[in-house]
């Protein structure tokens, strides 16, 4: 009795230990709480297959030695029947002894992928992380839309949903792993119910006959159930590998979307280089672009300043010019008044001269009966006309006519008395054949020769003809 106290202690242990478990229950730890529980089962039945062995090595013997209270068929009945119990009991320590080191193995092989799994979702959600750092820093620095919030968004929620996957698996396995606890606790129970009735029995086989018999109709109605609780036993086995090989076909399918999530990143990681490429080059083409701006920009500004230097120079050079022309303007204007007046008295002159044809100076001569005055020749003309002039109202009376011709001549003496050498080249461009007998024609022959040459022997005289 003492054996049979203590796997039921072990076995409430167990069961409290796994009831008191508040934390994340790995299938290593359920799985060996189950190894624990059918360590116990398998101990209470090595304790009745030993109890068994030891009634049919003992028993037999003293029943031999004693008289015979069983008939043949019976003894050999029991027999028979107590090795049936005992090849039983064997085969379901050896079934038990299997499928805890298939769940044992089952459980390392399931932890195994377990935390494989979260440590590639780590790795996942660490790189997630930095891509979405990359990201933001991307968008912050450039600006431009990308596809990489996207591509990280997917991929952190299929990271998300893989996980959520793994988490319902993880619970699912926990419940089926529960179901067989308590499935084998209630097993376990039958099985020390069983060990009692047939300690019981082979107590009281030792009465009599007939508890003998009951005993044995009780042990195959027993048996009957055993066969049955093994059948399902090995229908909770199957059960078992059924789930192992779902858990497997989950695992394929969660590696497979590890592969697909893998593809995905690296394809947006592609991306994401390729725009971080294309984005360098264009900011490359930009600067260089920017760059020739800058340098067309000061190229024209140097034209500019080049332009309105020169512009300033030929505003300048107008300037000059314009006062050159207003000042031979104003030479023009007082060489036109001084030719007018030349003109004026000249017209005087030839007026004054059939008066005065008798009346020869000293220095004249008559020749073909027109009248001649010297003239000096370094003199400028209006001192020659002014010289005539007052040689004629000194050689006789004065004519009404000729008083007013004198009172013209001061107007004239007040003009300047300088004609340039640009005014005497326009008086001959501006002469033709018909102007040489003109007044101005002659007022310009008479300056001519009046002015002195360094080239020419300067004349004598010039002569002022009239007709006769």
Not at 115 to 144: D, I, K
Not at 387 to 397: D, E, M, N, R, V
Request: aromatic residues 2%; charged residues 25%.
């Amino acid at each position: 009795m003492t054996n049979t106290k203590d796997p039921r202690r072990a076995m409430e242990s167990t069961l409290a230990t796994s009831s008191s478990a508040t934390g994340p229950v790995t299938f290593s730890h359920v799985f060996g709480q189950q190894c624990q529980l059918m360590e116990a089962a398998v101990q209470s039945l090595h304790t009745l297959n030993d109890q068994i062995s030891h009634f049919i090595v003992t028993k037999s013997k003293a029943l031999e030695e004693d008289q015979d209270p069983f008939l043949p068929t019976e003894k050999e009945t029991l027999k028979s029947s107590m090795m049936l119990m005992r090849h039983l009991l064997m085969d379901a320590q050896a079934k038990i002894l299997s499928m805890m080191e298939d769940n044992k193995q089952l459980a390392l092989r399931i932890d195994g992928a377990v935390q494989s799994a979260s440590q590639e979702m780590t790795n996942l959600r660490a790189e997630l992380t930095a891509t979405n750092r990359r990201l933001a820093e991307l968008s912050g620095g450039g600006g431009g839309p990308g596809p990489g919030p996207g591509a990280a968004a997917s991929a952190s929620a299929a990271a998300d949903s893989a996980a959520a996957n793994m988490e319902n698996h993880q619970h699912s396995a926990q419940a089926l792993l529960r179901e067989e606890v308590s499935r084998l606790q209630e097993e376990v129970h039958l099985l020390r119910q069983m060990k009692e009735m047939l300690m019981k029995d082979l107590e009281e086989s030792q009465g009599g006959k007939s508890s003998e018999v009951l005993a044995a109709t009780e042990l195959r109605v027993q048996l009957a159930q055993k066969g049955q609780e093994l059948a399902r036993a090995r229908e909770a086995l199957q059960a078992m590998k059924a789930d192992r090989k779902r858990l497997k076909g989950e695992k394929t399918d969660l590696v497979s979307q590890m592969q697909q999530l893998y593809a995905t990143l690296e394809s947006r990681e592609e991306q994401l280089r390729d725009f971080i490429r294309n984005y360098e080059q264009h900011r490359k083409e930009s600067e260089d672009a920017v760059k020739a701006l800058a340098k067309e920009k000061d190229l024209l500004e140097r034209e500019k300043w080049e332009l309105r230097r020169q512009a300033k120079e030929a505003t300048d050079h107008a300037t000059a010019l314009r006062s050159q022309l207003d000042l031979k303007d104003n030479r023009m204007k007082e060489l036109e008044a001084e030719l007018a007046m030349a003109k004026q008295s000249l017209a005087t002159l030839t007026k004054d001269v059939p008066k005065r044809h008798s009346l020869a100076m000293p220095g004249e001569t008559v020749l073909n009966g027109n009248q001649e005055w010297v003239v000096q020749a370094d003199l400028p003309l209006t001192a020659a006309i002014r010289q005539s002039q007052q040689t004629l109202y000194h050689s006789h009376p004065p004519h009404p006519g000729d008083r007013q011709a004198v009172r013209v001549s001061p107007c004239h003496s007040r003009q300047p008395s300088v004609i340039s050498d640009a005014s005497a080249a326009e008086g001959d461009r501006s002469s033709t054949p018909s102007d040489i007998n003109s007044p101005r024609h002659r007022t310009h022959s008479l300056w001519r020769q009046s002015r002195p040459s360094s080239e020419e022997p300067a004349q004598p005289h010039c002569t002022v003809t009239r007709g006769s």
